[in-house]
């Protein structure tokens, strides 16, 4: 007689250990692996291995595989549901990373050397990156719901497999992604396109240069092909689990982190799929089990991302789903009803944060953050130069520190047993990038001050420091007057012939281009501004009461300022058009998305720390902006 497959196996004891076992050796690989185990590297991964090996033959043995799967639903379900949810808070962060990844330089030159096609690109998909965003975050819940009551397991289990495969290739890419190589990368240009003249102008001016990185593969009247010897984009962060790492824990995984992350995954997916023609719907016994287990392992990672709305979620998604499959009737009493179901909920918030803002701000201008402290957070890394030596008969390497008493005691190079490899940079302290960069720089062209620049505090402080004498000169052949300053005055080249003097004047230092307000910024008492990641772009719908808050901040001596990405004729046109007189500057588009994802949105800040933050949708009138504010 067949024996019967159970979870506990022939054993639930010995299969437990050999369960919890195999965890352990994951573990040890893992950190066999990590940079931070660099000295036990080797005796981690040989205990890695043992545990791995012996708990799996302890399983067949024992009938415990069933045990591992379940055991590996509860966990990757769990990290689906909280993973889903971390990104699709911000589903437009994770779109904007999707796009770095769909850039031609990115992702697209490893098929383009691989498979040996350089006309290959992604770039289309850049259009589809927030629809594709929002469909990975919803799949990932979905999975996890699934997975965890054990609905549609073979669809479940297949789906997560294709998607782990992809993220793996994904962060294998980020880990060995390599700004120094070159790839080819092949481009069709018309010929009314200047980037085209230019490039063929390049090629003519290099032709006798055969090793050249650029190359005419064909030409006609209308069109251009050239081949491009380019560098690829490397991309510092997966995005995995969008700024939620960085905001809680105080640093992103790694590239190479992130990698084992999702390999993980894919180790314990694997058990779920060899596992899947012995995995049926859970019965109202075995949810009383997996639920709370599932619930356990969100709240761990809710804990870790200091944020338990994925708890609340996931007690909702998961129950809601088993009470459709129980009440939906004929249509939706079901696992796809389930999967409705979730969909809905997912959808719902989504939907929200898409047209407010992230349920939870992990970024480095949430409300609540000290500006002043997230500019001056950075480490700056501490390293270590050594020599490497290795031995001529039995290969054994040393490093040393040359200005080490050890090294010149050795006197090792007089040694003719050893020879001189290298030199290696051993990392002591790692540098780590302040939240707040100086991308972060919102400034204006002194030749574009505008009379209502020239009110805002910080411009007017800095034109008044950086004010020195000069003359002014008209020039007598053109008709034309010109400032001087007194440094650099002199007969021999403005001499009375040409040049007659006016006046002498106050004018700004010529050495002074730009006018920067970014530590006026996080140094006022009080200041309000307006963000906009593209001006032209923006939903103006509430600029009347911009207009109005703008006004009431210059009647109570408050500094009001509009920070932007665009050209300065198009600013000027548009506070023309919409009669919006207030200072505007200008700031990386890059950096203002991350300010908020709101286009345009509302700040206060107060003494560097950001008292509050509005979205467009939620721009509050006057009377409520007083009562908050003033």
């Known amino acids: 007689m067949k024996e019967k497959i159970t979870i506990q196996g022939r054993s639930m004891l010995f299969n437990s250990v050999f369960v919890i076992a195999n965890l352990i050796g994951v573990v040890f690989i893992t950190l066999g692996f990590h940079a931070g185990f660099e000295d036990a590297s080797i005796l981690f991964r040989l205990i890695g291995l043992v545990l791995i090996i012996s708990s799996i033959g302890g399983m067949v043995i024992f009938n415990g595989r069933l045990l591992m799967a379940s055991v590996s639903r509860v966990l990757v379900g769990g990290l689906f549901i909280v993973s889903g949810l971390v990104k699709a808070n911000d589903p437009a962060g994770f779109a904007y990373k999707l796009e770095e990844y769909f850039e031609d330089g990115a992702l697209a030159f490893r098929i383009k050397e691989l498979f040996g096609a350089p006309e290959f690109s992604l770039e289309f998909f850049m259009d589809y990156a927030l629809l594709l965003s929002i469909i990975i975050c919803v799949a990932e819940i979905i999975l996890g719901v699934l997975v965890i009551i054990g609905g549609k397991i073979k669809i479940v289990a297949y789906s997560m497999l294709l998607m782990m495969v992809f993220f793996s290739f994904l962060t294998w890419h980020t880990a060995n992604c390599d700004s120094s190589i070159k790839f080819l990368d092949r481009d069709t240009y018309e010929m009314t396109d200047p980037i085209a003249q230019i490039k063929i102008d390049q090629i003519n001016a290099n032709k006798d240069n055969p090793d050249y990185d650029l190359k005419i593969v064909s030409q006609s009247e209308t069109t251009v092909v050239i081949d491009e010897m380019k560098q690829p984009q490397c991309v510092d962060d997966c995005g995995c689990f969008g700024d939620a790492m960085e905001g809680s824990v105080g640093r992103s995984l790694t590239p190479i982190e992130s990698f084992w992350k999702d390999l993980i995954l894919v180790y314990l997916i694997l058990w779920i799929f060899i596992s899947m023609g012995r995995i049926s719907p859970n019965t109202r016994a075995e949810n009383r089990i997996f639920i709370p287990a599932s619930l356990v392992v969100i709240l761990f990672f809710s804990w870790i991302f200091s944020w338990y709305f994925p708890f609340f979620f996931g007690v909702a998604a998961i129950l809601g789903s088993l009470w459709v499959i129980k009440y939906g009737g004929k249509i939706l009493g079901n696992y796809y009803g389930a999967a409705v179901y979730v969909t809905i909920v997912s959808m719902l918030m989504i939907g929200y944060v898409l047209l407010f803002l992230p349920l939870k701000d992990y970024r480095a201008y949430a409300v609540g953050s000290d500006l002043k402290e997230k500019m001056s957070d950075g480490i700056e890394g501490v390293y270590e130069s050594l020599l490497v030596y290795k031995n001529k008969k039995t290969g054994e390497e040393k490093e040393y520190n040359s200005a080490s008493s050890e090294y010149n005691d050795s006197k090792i190079w007089e040694d003719e047993n050893w020879e001189y490899l290298s030199m290696v940079q051993k990392v002591i302290v790692p540098t780590k990038i302040p939240s707040i960069t100086d991308q972060f720089n919102p400034f204006i062209d002194v030749y574009d ?157 107060e003494k560097g720390v950001v008292k509050a933050k509005y979205p467009f949708r939620s721009t509050p009138n006057l009377n409520v902006f007083k009562k908050k504010h003033l």
Do not use: H
């Open 449 to 605: 001050i505008s009379e209502y620049e020239k009110e805002f505090p910080a411009v007017n402080q800095i034109l008044s420091k950086s004010s020195i004498e000069g003359v002014r000169l008209k020039d007598l052949k053109y008709d034309s007057e010109l400032d001087v300053s007194l440094n650099e005055y002199n007969l021999n080249d403005y001499d009375s012939l040409s040049y007659a003097v006016i006046d002498t004047i106050q004018m700004l230092d010529p050495s002074i281009s730009e006018v920067s307000i970014r530590d006026f910024f996080v140094n006022a008492d009080k200041i309000v501004l307006v963000f906009s990641q593209n001006l032209l772009q923006g939903d103006w719908r509430n600029i009347e009461d911009l207009k109005a808050i703008a006004e009431e901040c210059r009647t109570n001596q408050i500094p009001f300022a509009v920070i932007c990405n665009g050209a300065r004729a198009d600013i000027n046109n548009f506070r023309e058009e919409n009669k919006f007189f207030v200072p505007f500057f200008v700031n990386d588009e890059t950096e203002l998305k991350a300010i908020c994802r709101s286009n345009p949105a509302l700040m206060v800040v």
